[in-house]
């Protein structure tokens, strides 16, 4: 006997299943490992650049409380597929929050942040008291 099978839609059925399956994949304690993020560490400052592609930067929130920077944002599904069908899945939606530990003192009244091409880029000036001093050797 032959099943009348459309092979599209079990694919998509497919598709689902290892979706959820794998829903939390990436995740640690509730949070996604969503931006990718590189940090610098510079003679006057900390650098943190994160990828946020797609997103505007009214959709991003940046926090620093206690040593900690936190991103936090909401990625939008494509308004622009309708019509269509998703077969593939592979960049994420929803919302995101990435906290990373800054170990060194930071002067937050002179922290910025600066966004260009779904680059966000975080500049944490060190306090004067974090920054390496050169000390002078005095002959005796």
């Given amino acids: 006997m032959m ?6 839609s079990e694919m998509d059925r ?3 299943e ?3 399956l794998f829903s939390d994949f990436g995740r640690s304690s ?3 490992t969503y931006p ?3 940090v610098y560490d510079g003679k006057d400052a900390i650098i943190v650049t994160a990828e946020l592609p797609g997103i505007t930067k009214e959709k991003v929130h940046i926090t620093y ?4 920077l936190t991103l936090a944002g909401r990625l939008e599904p494509q308004t622009s597929t309708k019509n269509l069908t998703m077969v593939r899945q592979e960049r994420a939606t929803g919302d995101f929050e990435k906290t990373v530990r800054i170990p060194t003192k930071i002067d937050q009244e002179k922290i910025n942040a600066s966004f260009s ?3 966000l880029t975080v500049t944490l000036p060190k306090s004067e008291e974090a920054k390496p001093k050169t000390i002078s050797i005095e002959a005796k």
Avoid: H
């Fill in 3 to 8: 099943w009348d099978v459309d092979v599209w």
């Fill in 14 to 16: 497919l598709r689902k």
């Fill in 18 to 20: 290892m979706n959820n």
């Fill in 30 to 32: 509730g949070t996604r």
């Fill in 36 to 38: 990718l993020i590189n």
């Fill in 65 to 68: 409380a206690n040593g900690a």
């Fill in 117 to 119: 091409l779904g680059i």
